[in-house]
């Protein structure tokens, strides 16, 4: 239970109270700070508490965001402040100050005003706000539009204010605040102007965005098992089941900013489960290939391994720049300016191909053509899209002099997931490694990689110079990361490692020529890009990458590709699928396990909610 504690004389006819009940708060009644101090004081720590004051005049919205919302410790809006536990040291001092300065009536202040301006401090929660703020503690204002919030001192201020509430519509403002600000072409035009309405049916019957991302999951691997069929109805209705499953993929985050329900949990559960429909589709599309004769496994895989690697360029660069300072660039400003010119906005939200217009393609054309002409136009697409993410990228980091912090270069080198004999090496080889050029790092992350790669396409299956060039990168890989990857263009280390190993095992399989070999490695691989985005989501919620023993416990990338290479060496065709099939299984409940107890743990620990606002590409 929260505890809403009203600060002042109560005003006939006021609907607050009521207005608090219905958002879930306890009311009780305060007349000046000193008793606000006393009431806060016997509410138990681990609840929210709340400061609002009686003559408050707003949208019952502007309380559900300034009050409810589970992201913040701190937040407030005009006459109201709130506080969770992890803040609840912050607001009891505030309020102590307030208290002990004398300023303990609700009256006085400022000339009301139905929108006020910052500083205006009318009320104990105004004033406590103040105080926070003083001492330097984060309070969250959110923005509230339209939306009425306000302390009216006099019967006309009142009268005013409440006029400027009846004159906009606050279910209105929730429903187009719960589409998010930013949104791709088809997602904004196609799903959120009925998605929406959805969200709140769903809200309205209880439901929580878990269980509409648990109902997407599902109907996105029914989707992919009619896929799985090979027949041109089960193509037909996987296309419709898959742009379903997308609908409920927008639904679910429109619910949870209408009914601010967030979670850690929630955020995970939202871009896991992403991943894991889109690439369960890709596999189902090969299944319903191979029923119809036609192998398009190393296409399905290809789409994986670029999916994937388009999102690590993505984290990448975004972990590089998160806290970077003298962060500007020409291209950063050219791309504003771009995108104050309406078309352009649309032209290059649709060019990156974003989920939403990717799932559209790919249900559009499972239904009308073959999965050999999906896979190709997806592959097409993506690669477009990610020269010009990239290419882009690029130019922002050689154009901007941004300096880059101990953070950033922790965070590449957790997405870097160098192994034991990487991080060896690199121990050994730091010190010649400081000698070498600024751009040594991603040079050598990208010829290692390439040259594994080339060497596996190249030579015949069973022979030893995959392993032997995969030796070499695990040498090339250590020297990139032996030093701290704070340079221009360090942030394309991790995504060139992850096309190493995941090219490696994608070219060996091929050329392994045998059944089962390239599921096998899709096994493989989606087991290990699963841990790498793990660690991504781990990172974003501030929660350090995946343990150290885990990593070490799989190998790290040059570990695993040491591994396949050698095993290629030793094995026939047949006894290299079964071990593929057997380091995938394995991969694959080592770091699920980790991931799942992980998670489950913050959940329940009561680690901060956060919300998950979508893939970036």
């Known amino acids: ?218 109907t996105a691997l029914v989707a992919a098992g009619c896929a799985a069929t090979g027949t041109r109805g089960g193509f037909v209705a996987a296309g419709v089941l898959l742009i379903a499953s997308f609908v409920l993929d927008c639904t679910d985050g429109q619910l949870a900013r209408y009914s601010l329900q967030y979670s850690t949990l929630g955020a995970w559960l939202d871009a896991t489960f992403d991943r894991a429909k889109e690439y369960a589709y890709y596999a189902g599309l090969a299944l319903g290939a191979a029923r119809g004769g036609d192998d398009v496994w190393a296409l399905a895989l290809g789409a994986m391994v670029l999916q994937t690697c388009r999102h690590v360029v993505d984290f990448s660069f975004n972990e590089a720049n998160h806290d970077a300072t003298a962060n500007t660039s020409p291209t950063a400003a050219l791309s504003d300016r771009l995108d104050s010119v309406g078309w352009t906005v649309w032209v290059r939200r649709m060019i990156v191909l974003p989920i939403g217009e990717r799932w559209a393609m790919i249900a559009v054309l499972t239904a009308l053509t073959t999965p050999r002409i999906t896979f190709y136009a997806l592959l097409v697409g993506c690669a477009f899209a990610a020269t010009y993410t990239t290419a882009g990228r690029v130019l922002r980091s050689l154009t901007r002099r941004a300096r880059r912090t101990d953070r950033a270069a922790r965070a590449l080198a957790d997405l870097a997931d ?83 190993e995941y090219g490696t095992v994608l070219v060996l399989a091929a050329r392994a020529e045998v059944n089962g070999a390239l599921p096998a490695a899709y096994g493989l691989v989606a087991a290990v890009a699963y841990h790498h985005y793990d660690t991504v989501y781990r990172i974003r919620g501030g929660a350090g990458a995946a343990p150290h023993w885990l990593v070490r416990a799989i190998g790290g990338h040059e570990g695993r590709t040491l591994a396949v290479a050698v095993l290629a060496a030793l094995l026939t065709a047949s006894q290299f699928t079964v071990a593929l099939t057997v380091l995938a299984v394995a991969v694959a409940l080592l770091v699920l396990a980790e991931s799942i107890r992980f998670w489950v743990a913050a959940h329940k620990g009561g680690a901060p909610a956060v919300h998950d606002e979508g893939e970036p590409a």
């Open 1 to 218: 239970m929260s505890t809403a504690i009203l600060t002042g004389q109560p005003v006939p006819g006021s609907s607050l109270e009521g207005d608090l009940r219905s958002l879930g708060f306890d009311v009780r009644t305060a007349s000046d700070a000193a008793e606000a101090e006393t009431l806060l004081a016997g509410v138990p720590m681990g609840e929210r508490v709340a400061l609002v004051d009686a003559r408050f005049v707003g949208h019952v919205h502007a309380l559900r965001l300034g009050l409810t919302d589970p992201r913040f410790p701190l937040a407030a809006v005009p006459g109201a402040v709130t506080a969770q536990p992890a803040g609840r040291q912050a607001l009891t001092r505030a309020v102590a100050r307030e208290n002990s300065a004398g300023g303990g009536t609700a009256g006085g202040g400022a000339p009301a005003r139905v929108k006020p301006t910052a500083g205006d401090v009318d009320s104990v929660a105004d004033r406590v706000v103040t105080a926070l703020d003083a001492d330097g503690a984060d309070v969250h204002r959110p923005e509230l539009g339209t939306l009425v919030a306000t302390v009216p001192v006099d019967p006309q201020a009142r009268n005013e204010a409440r006029q400027a509430v009846a004159a906009v519509d606050d279910e209105a403002v929730r429903l187009k605040s719960a589409v998010k600000a930013r949104d791709g072409f088809f997602t904004t035009f196609f799903i959120s102007p009925y998605s929406r309405y959805l969200a709140r049916w769903c809200a309205r019957r209880g439901l929580t965005p878990n269980h509409v991302t648990t109902a997407s999951l599902l």
């Open 418 to 500: 160098s192994g034991p004999l990487a991080e060896g090496l690199a121990a050994v080889l730091r010190t010649p490694a400081r000698r070498l050029p600024g751009a040594a790092a991603p040079a050598l992350a990208l010829l290692g990689g390439l040259a594994v790669v080339a060497t596996a396409a190249l030579t015949g299956f069973g022979g030893p110079w995959p392993a032997v060039a995969a030796l070499g990168y695990v040498l090339t890989s250590a020297l990139a990361v032996a030093r701290p990857l704070k340079g221009a263009l360090d942030w394309l280390v991790p995504p060139f490692l992850r096309a190493a």
